[in-house]
């Protein structure tokens, strides 16, 4: 096993996994066996990819990839390529994030790009009607898969490209770090259904309801939120939300960092919540990010 694992140099609850290039060159010939359109089109040859992947590390890194995101004390991992040269394009780090997700599971379908994953930009100027794409707004905590019918038990995001970029540092927050847990947790508002929507750009047609706090099978508070897509039917669930949402946001445990370009971020969805900082103005700004979301296998 060539990889190596060690505590992210800002919270010893998240795991960093680097892989180097030696072993990345060991994944170019059965990378290039599957063109993107084959991926898109035939999910098995996800699978064929996936098993490449584990190979390479003697079959070694599914097992640790479901045992940290599976483990509430940590739960999340940063996987970090050595990408330096030019051979390892987009392409490739598109093949070797659905590599990672299906080592551990099966992703969603994606109704915002109707594939099981999304790829999206940043800019300088944006139009859309969600804050995922507002560069000089902060992206607030949250979790992915509120406003879907879908279990979504775990999100991928891989940083594919930047150019003209500063500020926009990733945030996370695990729910067992966060000071008001107990206190809205067992808030009875916060266990009531609320109504989730999305805005258009979503491609989901439907709403549905669930609370923002459940439990897990230990009896552990698990959570739901983002705070663009609630629809409060009353004012107690307005309130609680408000409070909600400035207690997750002036949290002093928030874990704040630059992510490199290449590497991608896997957290357990129930009780990691994730956020970006505002970048700072540039009339060049551009990132692009990939997104796949899914469920552990059985």
Same mark, same amino acid.
């Given at each position: &096993?060539?990889?190596?694992?060690?505590?992210?140099?800002?919270?010893?609850?998240? =795991?960093?996994?680097?892989f180097q290039e030696s072993d990345l060159d060991r994944l170019i010939f059965p990378f290039k066996k599957h063109t993107i359109l084959s991926l898109e089109y035939k999910p098995f040859s996800r699978f064929s990819l996936a098993k490449s992947l584990d190979e390479v590390f003697e079959n070694k890194l599914s097992q640790t990839l479901i045992k940290i995101?599976? @483990? =509430?004390?940590?739960?999340?991992?940063?996987?970090?390529?050595?990408?330096?040269?030019?051979?390892? @394009?987009? $392409?490739?780090l598109l093949k070797l994030s659905t590599g990672?997700?299906?080592?551990?599971?099966?992703?969603?379908? @994606?109704? &915002?790009?109707d594939k099981y994953y999304a790829r999206f930009f940043v800019k300088h100027q944006d *139009?859309?009607?969600? #804050?995922? =794409?507002?560069? #000089?707004?902060?992206? $607030?905590?949250?979790? $992915?898969? *509120? #406003?879907?019918?879908?279990? *979504? @038990?775990?999100?991928? &995001?891989?940083?594919?490209?930047?150019?003209?970029?500063s500020g926009g540092e990733s945030v996370i927050l695990h729910l067992d770090d966060w000071e008001h847990l107990d206190e809205l947790s067992n808030d009875p508002i916060g266990q009531q259904n609320f109504i989730w929507g999305s805005p258009k750009s979503k491609n989901v047609d439907y709403k549905v309801e669930h609370p923002v706090f459940s439990k897990d099978n230990?009896?552990?508070?698990?959570i739901s939120y983002i705070d663009q897509f609630p629809e409060p039917k009353n004012m107690e669930q307005g309130l609680f939300l408000q409070k909600l949402s400035d207690a997750l946001e002036e949290s002093k445990n928030k874990v704040i960092f630059p992510l490199p370009v290449g590497s991608?971020?896997?957290?357990?969805? #129930?009780?990691?919540?994730?956020? =970006?900082?505002?970048?700072?103005?540039?009339?060049g700004l551009s990132r692009e990010l990939l997104r796949i979301r899914g469920t552990f296998f059985n």
């Open positions: &096993m060539s990889y190596k694992i060690e505590n992210h140099n800002k919270s010893k609850r998240v =795991r960093v996994i680097k995101l599976n @483990d =509430r004390a940590t739960g999340t991992v940063i996987v970090e390529p050595e990408i330096s040269n030019k051979k390892f @394009d987009k $392409d490739f990672l997700a299906y080592l551990v599971g099966n992703p969603n379908f @994606d109704s &915002m790009t *139009t859309s009607d969600s #804050y995922l =794409r507002k560069a #000089y707004t902060n992206l $607030d905590l949250h979790t $992915d898969g *509120t #406003y879907v019918k879908e279990k *979504t @038990d775990w999100l991928i &995001m891989t940083k594919m490209e930047e150019q003209n970029v230990e009896g552990k508070p698990t991608t971020i896997f957290s357990n969805n #129930y009780f990691w919540l994730h956020g =970006r900082k505002a970048f700072n103005e540039h009339t």
